[in-house]
T-cell receptor
Framework: DGGITQSPKYLFRKEGQNVTLSCEQN?????MYWYRQDPGQGLRLIYY???????QKGDIAEGYSVSREKKESFPLTVTSAQKNPTAFYLC???????????FGDGTRLSIL | GENVEQHPSTLSVQEGDSAVIKCTYS??????FPWYKQELGKRPQLIID?????GEKKDQRIAVTLNKTAKHFSLHITETQPEDSAVYFC????????????FGRGTSLIVHP
């Protein structure tokens, strides 16, 4: 969807480095989500936010951090504590939990 | 919390055949059931959804059925085409509070020409 933008498309992380993945939406959605997808695997929830200035851990939050200072933005930081960060990261948004999710094009993160 | 089981994990069909993917959920209060299609290397996209006040919904070659008593819902694709090849995810969610959608693990559908 044109309404949710992730950047960059590809990202490389050096050992010991923190990297931040950007997610911006102009759909006026309250809820935003971050998922991790490993090859051939499903969607695993990292963090979610249902309102500005509030966010909750998902199933695999260790080694990740987020912020939600603006309704439009929900950046994800992959910290050096995440020892296996190589994956495809998807950001999504929705008006509420029981409405369709709109996904970004994803960021593919690899280790240098 | 909600638990969604999706089967099969892989489904291989010949072009023109029908394909059926099934999901079961555990929370009887769940009332929204979307299906997403993810082509290789791309974003998941909503293809059809159903709410708990409806038993069946159709959109051209795809349909979704819901059995609230048994707590399962299914995606039906008729007259499959090679471009239907993708990973399909089901999900279940409910309104209110801190509830968030729970996804199934996905089904890889392969349509052979």
């Amino acid at each position: 969807d044109g309404g949710i933008t992730q950047s960059p498309k590809y990202l490389f992380r050096k050992e010991g480095q923190n990297v931040t993945l950007s997610c911006e939406q102009n759909l006026n959605h309250d809820a935003m989500y971050w998922y991790r997808q490993d090859p051939g695997q499903g969607l695993r929830l990292i963090y979610y936010s249902q309102i500005v200035n509030d966010f909750q851990k998902g199933d695999i939050a260790e080694g990740y951090s987020v912020s939600r200072e603006k309704k439009e933005s929900f950046p994800l930081t992959v910290t050096s504590a995440q020892k296996n960060p190589t994956a495809f990261y998807l950001c999504a948004s929705s008006t509420t939990a029981n409405q369709p999710q709109h996904f970004g094009d994803g960021t593919r993160l690899s280790i240098l | 919390g909600e638990n969604v089981e999706q089967h099969p994990s892989t489904l291989s069909v010949q072009e023109g055949d029908s394909a059926v993917i099934k999901c079961t959920y555990s929370d009887s209060a769940s009332n929204y059931f979307p299906w997403y299609k993810q082509e290789l290397g791309k974003r998941p996209q909503l293809i059809i959804d159903i709410r708990s006040n409806v038993g069946e919904k159709k959109d051209q070659r795809i349909a979704v059925t819901l059995n609230k008593t048994a707590k399962h819902f299914s995606l039906h694709i008729t007259e499959t085409q090679p471009e239907d090849s993708a990973v399909y995810f089901c999900a279940a969610s409910r309104a209110g509070g801190s509830y968030i959608p729970t996804f199934g693990r996905g089904t890889s559908l392969i349509v052979h020409p």
